[in-house]
């Protein structure tokens, strides 16, 4: 991204990734702590490069500077279609994915409000199972 630029990614979005029009901590002070221990300055941190440095990216829509977010990107989308067979799980944090043997994804470990337990992925669906 050059400086000022305007990255939009993803489908049923946009997903906006822009500088904000105003200075904040971590990219005035920020910016000046990177250079100082030694990183490169570099425009487009989303390169793949990453020992080195830039004005920290925001998820702001720099037309009219209301946040972006995943969830007005996919879940708002998902929850308006009808035809979804996706299930949300308020309160609930996922701790980790579980793989197996050939490293495909086979459920994640989660918790809700203190309780933990598995949910296991089948294709496209889920199961519950209790820890």
């Known amino acids: 991204m050059r400086k000022g630029s305007v990255r939009v990614v ?3 979005g946009p997903l906006h ?20 221990a030694g ?3 570099i425009e487009d941190f989303s390169n793949g490069v990453l020992n080195c440095s ?8 720099p037309t009219d500077g209301l946040r972006s977010s995943y969830e ?5 989308e998902m929850l308006s279609n009808s035809s979804s067979n996706s299930k949300v799980y308020q309160s609930t944090q996922a701790m980790n994915i ?4 050939t490293k495909a994804a086979i459920g994640v470990n989660v918790s809700t ?7 296991h992925a089948r294709k496209e669906s889920l199961s519950v199972q209790a820890q």
């Open 113 to 119: 409000v203190g309780m933990p337990y598995i949910l």
């Open 98 to 101: 579980l793989f197996d043997g």
């Open 39 to 41: 990183f490169p300055v």
């Open 54 to 61: 830039q004005r920290t990216p925001f998820t702001v829509n």
């Open 72 to 76: 007005s990107l996919l879940l708002e």
């Open 10 to 12: 993803g489908h049923g």
């Open 17 to 36: 990734v822009s500088f904000v029009n105003y200075g904040t901590p971590i990219s005035t002070y920020g910016q000046k702590a990177f250079s100082a």
